[in-house]
């Protein structure tokens, strides 16, 4: 009987944090981007299968970015790709902008 399949990375991350991180992914395309509530579950839900089914390395780059930066980048493919032109997701020269204005929000907010 072959011992049981250990995953390093589930050591190193635990499932908590990890469930934090996507959720403010989703939180992120929902918010910042305004990609609605529906849509962006299926976005995030479906790269973390993506990323946690990838080599050691890709999940650490990952998860080593930060939630926001993810969710733009999933933003922007998202707003590329047909299986949600229904929904008037922006382009990704507005995701910029969006994201722009809301770093700069948050960067102002954190200033004394």
Known sequence: MNPPMIDPFAQAIPEAAREDYWAAV??????????????????ARGYRIV????????????????????????????????????????DSKKLDQMYDEFANQRAAQQRP
Not at 26 to 43: G, M, S, T, V, Y
């Open 26 to 43: 989703e939180l992120a395309l929902k918010d910042i981007f305004h990609i609605p509530a529906q849509i962006a579950e299926e976005i």
């Open 51 to 90: 990323v946690d089914d990838s080599p050691i390395g890709e999940q650490v780059a990952v998860y080593h970015s930060h939630p926001y930066n993810i969710a733009l980048d999933l933003a922007r493919r998202a707003s590329k790709g047909p299986e949600w032109t229904n929904a008037s997701l922006p």
